[in-house]
């Protein structure tokens, strides 16, 4: 039988290892806190070329947000249309607005306007990206479009808000204060703390996010007809929270499922499909 004394000497290792390994998650979670927002968005910082030298006949636009800062946009008028309906377009949480130039094109010639614009901390903009930063980012948008296009430019109510991942997220958020005449949402999910659970899953993600991003909450309270679009092969946001969106959707116009299409496949950025889907749904609104 054991000693007091051999037992206590048994114990120090495992206590030593245990508080070693406390210390080693302690100090993971704490890097994880500090550098969420580096996880979250991706920027592509560097400047955009002039909008016309990417597309035939768009122009450069500067959006001035409710916090002071301005912001570079394009504004893509539609090729000979009756429908008078214009598209703004939130970015994913990567790259810049001449990533999206393919689908504005094929929008344009739709017969739908299209703003396109960067947040704060990307494509050259001052700043820097946070939930509320986007959502200021988005309302100066919508604002901005009040005075492009023809006569009095663009309400909400003569505007679909095309999210894309992140971006769904944005415009979800954005309907509520400016309800549009509906929305696309792309690979949207639930909440962010669903999509950081999904690749963190050892984690306290939701204890530890400070940015929420709780798109079902939104879409539950919109009115306007909502499409969603997905593909079943998305790793980066898995297509059942998108599914989940849907079903939370009370006014859901379509669900688009792309069989076996990741999260940037050719499908989910500026296919005949997708541009199909909006031009749908923006003839069903009108």
């Known amino acids: 039988m054991a000693s007091g004394t051999e037992k206590r000497g048994c114990l120090r290792p495992a206590l030593g290892f245990t508080c070693a390994a406390v210390a080693v998650i302690l100090v993971y979670v704490g890097l994880m806190w500090g550098l969420q927002r580096s996880l979250i968005y991706l920027p592509s910082s560097g400047d955009v070329p002039p ?15 409710e916090d002071g800062l301005e912001l570079g946009a394009w504004f ?10 214009a598209v703004l377009v939130a970015n994913g949480n990567a790259g810049n607005r001449q ?42 948008a919508a604002a901005a479009l009040k005075g492009l296009g023809p006569e009095e430019g663009y309400a909400p109510e003569d505007t679909l808000y095309f999210g894309e991942s992140l971006g769904a997220a944005v415009v979800t958020s954005l309907a509520q204060e400016r309800p549009p005449a509906g929305l696309v949402l792309r690979s949207p999910f639930t909440e962010l703390a669903d999509v950081g659970r999904h690749h963190y899953p050892l984690l ?30 998305d790793t980066i946001v898995p297509p059942d929270l998108s599914r989940e969106v849907a079903a939370a959707s009370p006014h859901l116009f379509e669900e688009i499922v792309v069989d076996g299409a990741g999260h940037n496949h050719p499908a989910l950025l500026s296919s005949p499909e997708l541009t199909a889907a909006v031009v749908r749904l923006a003839d069903h609104v009108r």
């Open 99 to 140: 990533v999206r130039a393919p689908l504005a094109e094929a929008l344009a010639e739709a017969g739908l306007s299209v703003l396109l614009f960067d947040y704060r901390g990307y494509g050259g903009n001052p700043g820097r990206p946070s939930e509320s930063g986007l959502a200021l980012d988005a309302d100066a």
């Open 76 to 85: 893509v008028p539609a090729r000979e249309t009756d429908r008078e309906m």
């Open 51 to 65: 909008a016309a030298e990417v597309i035939d006949g768009a122009r450069d636009v500067t959006l001035t947000t």
């Open 204 to 233: 306290p993600v939701r204890t530890l996010l400070a940015e929420r991003y709780p798109v079902t909450d939104s879409v539950r309270g919109i009115e306007a007809p909502i499409t969603v679009v997905y593909g079943t092969g």
